[in-house]
């Protein structure tokens, strides 16, 4: 084994540009964030054999005089911080002066650039880390960078490319992300000689719907304030969500960044709204204070860390939970989509409680004879209309946002639910007698789970007690319910891994679903209205079992299919 030693500085230069660039998406990630820091107002991005070739950046920034033009490609050499305590409070996209000086190291690189008020540019010329040329130059306001021939001398770095279209499709992507930060910027793109992409600037919003190729009247915003933090978000409504989630972008002070954890809580709020397999599309934009965030993390800046972790995670989870509660967007399966898988069936997370009694909406399941559609007055404009039953197992409304598809017996279910759940944690789960009490013969696993977790049960309003090795007598259940009650009990108990902590939520949304009114039931338009009314009012989405109370066909998707909208 060789002793160690200290590598030529040829060497260590080639290493640390290899961390910064990587293929020519990073060529135009870190010209592009050179640009945007310039003050640019519009940026043109040209590309030639998906960047291998040329990759040219033209912007109408402020320009760099002739003596930092001189500076700039050198190692560390920067204008943005000057300290160690500005990493601090970074505003900028580059910060680090290593950008310019990793593209130099591996490609031949050309900058013109001429500030405004001077009578002409200059040119600076370096060919993979050495200066060649630097004079002046005729040129337009703002900067020109051209990278040729990267990765030229480095074939083993260039032997894990992909082909030219491929590239070009990363270095628009990244183009792109760039984009959602800065909206207002102009952006065009070419690839050898033909415009693939362009952006006058704009909203966000118009980005991102030009970017998914989706109107506008799909994406839905909001915006949730905390302290220090700010948090934008604009989505897809959950009748359009995708099978991946490589369409949500995240924003960090308008900064690019890819962060699982910030998209897991903002998936982990908006879990009553996108069924398990499908995801949102859209930007999740996070503004605080730059002392609160260190981007100072990954030589490419794609990552950063949060001084207030769980504050900055909490705010996202919050919002996203918020940020659909008040639109009636569930997703809607079309005969042209895959059937979307159930999410699992644990329990809901707690929602608003209601002080309103499900007895009190529905004092008794009644089957009335009725027309297939009652006659209804006019409602006001913000409030559904209901229209009538649909195979004796839906209530169809008509509301601001399109035609909704009521679930009655799931929502009623979750309504008893959401009772039941509340009695219980407030102890006043009533109780009644069997008039004759149940014996039922469990396993001895299953008798071990019934013993072990009495409490509980008795609190849910069972009264138990042994009959025998492996038998139990129930002699009470929960009011309301009687002996189908015991049968619930008895398959959560049979259950395999069926975790104790679990089994409180499983007793209650199978009470609820046994207690809940059935398909081929009817009632009057003013209970319909009150059903979905309370529904609404709650934010509830989904069934305790997590399949949805309601769905949605919006009426930007009816005048799609019509071939009303494009």
């Known amino acids: ?34 640009a945007l820091d310039a003050g640019a107002r519009k940026i043109r ?9 040329l990759v040219r950046v ?19 050499a920067t204008s943005k911080i000057s300290s160690a305590e500005d990493l601090f409070r970074i505003t900028t996209y580059g910060f680090r002066g290593e950008a310019l000086f990793s593209i130099a190291q591996v ?88 415009e693939i992409f362009s952006f006058a600037g704009g909203s966000r919003r118009a980005l991102l719907s030009k970017m998914l190729k989706i109107s506008e009247e799909v994406l839905l915003e909001k915006t949730c304030e905390r302290k220090a933090y700010r948090l934008e978000l604009i989505l897809t409504e959950p009748s359009s969500g995708l099978a991946t989630s490589r369409y949500l972008f995240v924003l960090v002070n308008d900064r690019v960044v890819k962060d699982r954890r910030l998209v897991s809580a903002l998936l982990e709020g908006l879990r009553d709204y996108f069924p398990g397999g499908r995801y949102p599309a859209g930007v999740l934009a996070l503004y605080l204070p730059p002392h609160l965030v260190d981007v100072n993390v990954h030589p490419a800046k794609w990552e950063v860390r949060f001084r207030e972790e769980q504050e900055v995670y909490g705010l996202v989870r919050w919002a996203a939970e918020r940020a659909l509660a008040n639109r009636l967007v569930v997703p809607v399966t079309t005969s042209s989509e895959e059937d979307l898988p159930l999410p699992s069936k ?51 409304f008509e509301t601001g946002d399109g035609l909704l598809l009521l679930d009655f017996h799931a929502a009623h279910e979750r309504l008893i639910y959401e009772e039941l759940k509340r009695n219980l944690d407030k102890g006043a789960c009533g109780r009644e007698s069997l008039l004759f009490p149940v014996v039922f013969e469990l396993s ?40 189908e009650a015991v049968e619930e009990l008895r398959g959560i108990l049979e259950e395999e891994f069926r975790a104790p902590e679990k089994w409180r939520e499983e007793i209650l949304s199978r009470l609820a679903c046994r207690r809940a009114r059935k398909a081929g039931e009817r009632f009057s338009p003013e209970e319909a209205q009150e059903l979905l009314a309370r529904i609404l009012s709650e934010g509830f989405v989904r069934c305790p079992h997590g399949r949805p109370l309601y769905l949605i066909f919006s009426w930007y998707e009816l005048e799609k299919r019509f071939g009303r909208k494009p």
């Open 1 to 34: 084994m060789s002793g160690i030693r200290i590598l030529p500085e040829e060497v260590s230069r080639r290493i640390a540009a290899g961390e910064v660039i990587e293929r020519p998406a990073s060529v135009v990630k870190e010209l592009v964030e050179n």
């Open 45 to 53: 991005v040209e590309l030639e054999r998906g960047g291998t070739l």
């Open 346 to 396: 644990d329990v809901l997370p707690a929602e608003r409680p209601s002080s309103q009694s499900i007895e009190s909406l529905f004092s008794k399941p009644a089957i009335r004879e009725a027309q297939e559609v009652y006659p209804v007055k006019e409602a006001a404009e913000d409030r559904p209309r209901f229209l009538g039953f649909l195979r004796n197992t839906y209530l169809l």
């Open 107 to 194: 490609s031949r690189l050309t900058i013109v650039s001429r500030p405004r008020g001077t009578e002409h540019g200059f040119q600076l010329e370096v060919a993979f880390g050495k200066e060649e040329a630097f004079r002046a130059s005729p040129s337009g306001y703002g900067t020109v960078v051209e990278v040729k021939d990267l990765f030229s001398e480095f074939p083993a770095r260039k032997s894990f490319l992909k082909g030219p279209r491929a590239e070009a499709g990363r270095a628009l992507e990244v183009l792109k992300m760039l984009a959602l930060g800065r909206p207002e910027v102009s952006y065009t793109f070419f690839h050898e000689g033909r």
């Open 444 to 483: 001895e696993e299953a008798r071990e789970k019934l013993l072990r977790e009495r409490e509980l049960f008795e609190r849910l309003g069972f009264g138990l007690r042994e009959s025998g090795p492996r038998e139990v007598l129930v002699e009470e259940v929960p009011a309301g319910f009687g002996p």
């Open 58 to 76: 033209k912007d109408d920034g402020e320009g760099m005089p002739p003596e930092d033009l001189r500076l700039c490609w050198r190692s560390h």
